[in-house]
């Protein structure tokens, strides 16, 4: 009986990046992949606008804070167009901050998946 292999996968924490299993990341490469997928499709499906929605939204933001910090506010852009200024700091953030929203998500909608 104790050579028996368990029913379910039990997920532990890890301390840190370096405890992590890469390995068996990388043998679940595909299930991410797949979960990724099933995700953006989703999310741009229920969109007007589709994956334009994506280059809409960080334009948007460009053109709000091209107004208010650059014409309101006068926060210098060393000589630089200023919408070209904020639009470099705006991507990265908005892809940083929809990253983290949307894998809280995944985690949150996917906890019936760890059987507990």
Not at 37 to 50: I, M, P, S
Request: hydrophobic share 50%; aromatic share 18%; with cysteine.
């Amino acid at each position: 009986m104790s050579n028996e292999r368990p029913l379910c996968r039990i997920i532990e924490p890890t301390r840190g990046w370096w405890a992590l299993r890469w390995r068996e990341l990388w043998t679940y490469r595909e299930l991410l992949v797949f979960f990724v997928w099933r995700d953006l499709k989703v999310r741009y499906k229920q969109t007007a606008l589709g994956a334009a929605w994506a280059l809409f939204q960080p334009l948007a933001s460009l053109v709000l804070f091209s107004f208010v910090l650059g014409r309101l506010v006068g926060v210098p852009s060393e000589g630089r167009p200023y919408a070209l200024f904020a639009y470099v700091a705006l991507v990265p953030w908005t892809y940083f901050a929809a990253t983290l929203t949307y894998a809280t998500n995944s985690v949150v909608h996917q906890a019936h998946l760890s059987g507990g």
